[in-house]
């Protein structure tokens, strides 16, 4: 009891230090806003509240001024099933990346940022929309 009380307090703390010290998103146009939905709509985010690599994973993923769907394994058993199902393992952060009709599964953090900053971080992203498409 003691443990949980201890965990959503610091919980709360991050939320709260996230939101007056994250990183300004990056301006986009509502064009570019569009083509980044349809660039991003094969993407989710496994991960849960309480992890420091799930946190950073959100923070750049604001930073990016992007939606990827977040999917919480720790609020909901179904993302935890189907994560086991799909992937093998409960892992938080974990992208799922489908293009093309392929899965792709990205499990390090510090791959997800690699990725993510690959794709969306550069001023052009017309190359990015070309390997999506």
């Known amino acids: 009891m003691l443990r949980l009380t201890i ?3 610091i919980d709360s703390f991050l939320a709260m230090f996230d939101s007056f010290y994250s990183a300004q998103p990056i301006a986009r146009s509502e064009e570019e806003s569009r083509r980044l939905a349809k660039a ?4 989710s985010l496994y991960d849960y509240k309480g992890c420091v690599a799930s946190r ?7 930073r990016l001024n992007i939606d990827i769907e977040r999917r919480d394994i720790g609020k909901c058993s179904i993302h935890q099933d189907n994560l086991l199902a799909e992937y093998g393992q409960l892992k938080a952060p974990c992208l799922r990346v489908e293009e093309k009709g392929e899965v792709q599964w990205i499990d390090k953090p510090e791959n997800i940022l690699v990725f993510l900053n690959e794709r969306f971080a550069h001023e052009d992203l017309e190359e990015a929309h070309q390997k999506i498409a």
């Open 56 to 62: 950073r994973t959100r923070q750049e993923i604001r």
């Open 7 to 9: 965990r959503k307090a």
């Open 40 to 43: 991003t709509s094969g993407l």
